[in-house]
């Protein structure tokens, strides 16, 4: 069902209001007072599922700023909204698949290399200790999986620009809500700059999962900003600006680096370059006028770069990440073919004493990088399918971005900016543990399939 028809927008903004105000009233009153208002949300945002699961995509990126709060399912286990969003999408669009006799996956080039993870996790489920957390990850990924399908299915151009702007936009109230929730709080570069205290967290709960989730929204805005439609952009600036300031607030290297890597995408676009030139001037005379104080007073700066600057100690053996990424190919070299399985990395890293002295010293929940983690809990065949998933969505988003054009090529560079911010953060986190991050990452990935396929024909843009 295409997103495109002239009833489906207002449904899913229409949709995508209810669900923020249920979800709203839940965080307002503890949950039980407005509990028949919980359910009612969660069965119309199903049927939404099943009728246009692509509107419950949608709907479920408008949901991330409600991160923090978690429903509960039974068993310990909860979902924010947007995971259950997500589920409801992914599992919506498989059930309807089915129903139809149709299978519930289709040929792209993302298929195979997700369907091998995904059976690489399953695998996992015979070795690893805390069964029922690898189980509800393996759920989580499978209706990712199902995400993916659905936008290469279902998806056009258009449904990929509602996409970006909408994760413009909810980047832009994360980023406010993280400099209201961080109000008061006294922030601190300690040392070299190596650590940090009182670092924004926002609606995720911990300042590097809100760091990266404000890169990736940062490249949408971006994308929004220069190449959307017009009456969107300056909503989109005005959101890259709030977006910005949040992530400065988490102090987050690796966001901020992130960050960085995604200008520099964008910056590879022309109609961009031209855009950041304008800007820079902007910033100069806003200097000049101001007699050099607008920066030359603000702390909040001088903790961002002494925070930027710390990398080279931290690669220098200063940060104890690096003490956790010599010793972890030893569990790897323990469990070499699936590893310890998905989401045990945390049980094994105590037996290994891999323990973090930032967090009172408890056991590392994960490697801190995406190849290093993966092949701890996945094994080498895991890995093996995380590069061929790599090298075929650098393949993928490459076409996208050379055979585009006008708008089309300006989502492109902004899905390439957001898929290479997640990847250069993923050098010192594994930000992918948020199932939120993860399904959202997966959702752009199959978002660069939609557009390489589309201008498959199309001359190359100038």
């Known amino acids: 069902m295409a997103l495109a028809r002239g009833w489906a927008q207002p449904l899913v903004l229409a949709a995508a209001a209810a669900a923020v105000t249920a979800a709203g009233m839940v965080l307002a009153y503890s949950y039980g007072p407005v509990a028949p208002v919980v359910a009612a949300a969660a069965l119309a945002l199903a049927a939404l599922a099943v009728a246009n699961p692509l509107g419950a995509v949608l709907v479920a990126i408008v949901l991330i700023p409600l991160e923090i709060v978690s429903l509960g399912v039974g068993g310990g286990a909860g979902l924010s909204p947007a995971e259950g969003a997500f589920v409801l999408a992914g599992f919506g669009w498989a059930a309807r698949r089915i129903a139809a006799g149709l299978p519930p996956y289709v040929a792209s080039p993302l298929t195979k290399p997700l369907a091998v993870l995904l059976v690489i996790a399953v695998a996992g489920l015979g070795v690893a200790e805390d069964t029922g957390l690898a189980l509800r990850i393996v759920l989580m990924w499978t209706a990712a999986f199902f995400v993916v399908q659905l936008v290469v299915d279902e998806a056009s151009p258009s449904t990929v ?10 980047g832009g109230v994360v980023g406010v809500l993280a400099g209201v929730t961080s109000a008061g709080e006294e922030q601190q570069v300690v040392g070299l700059g190596t650590e940090a205290t009182g670092r924004a967290a926002g609606s995720f709960g911990h300042p590097n999962m809100l760091a990266v989730f404000l890169a990736i929204a940062l490249a949408a805005a971006a994308a929004v900003a220069v190449g959307g439609r017009a009456r ?3 909503l989109a600036a005005a959101a890259f600006l709030a977006a910005l300031a949040g992530l400065a607030l988490t102090l987050s290297r690796g966001g901020l680096l992130a960050a960085a890597a995604a200008v520099a995408v964008m910056l590879v676009w022309r109609p961009f370059r031209r855009g950041a030139a304008v800007a820079a001037v902007v910033g100069v005379v806003a200097l000049l006028l101001g007699g050099g104080d607008v920066l030359g007073n603000s702390q909040s700066v001088d903790r961002v770069t002494k925070r930027i600057e710390s990398v080279r100690y931290a690669a220098q053996g200063a940060d104890p990440r690096a003490d956790l990424w010599r010793r972890t190919p030893e569990v790897i070299g323990d469990h070499p073919l699936v590893g310890v399985g998905a989401g045990q990395f945390p049980l094994v890293a105590e037996r290994y ?76 986190d594994f930000t992918l543990r948020s199932n939120v991050v993860a399904a959202l990452s997966l959702t752009l990935a199959a978002g660069a399939v939609v557009l390489s396929r589309t201008a498959s024909t199309a001359p190359p843009a100038d």
């Open 232 to 234: 969107f952009r300056p």
């Open 161 to 170: 620009g509602w996409m970006l702007l909408l994760l413009a936009l909810t």
């Open 353 to 428: 004493g891999l323990r973090d002295p930032v967090s009172d010293y408890q056991p590392f929940q994960h490697a801190h990088n995406i190849p290093l983690t993966v092949a701890a809990e996945l094994g080498l065949l895991g890995l093996a399918a995380l590069v061929w998933f790599a090298l075929k969505l650098a393949v993928v988003v490459v076409r996208a971005c050379r055979r585009t054009r006008t708008w089309e090529r300006a989502y492109a560079f902004g899905l390439a900016a957001a898929l290479l911010a997640i990847a250069v953060q993923g050098l010192v």
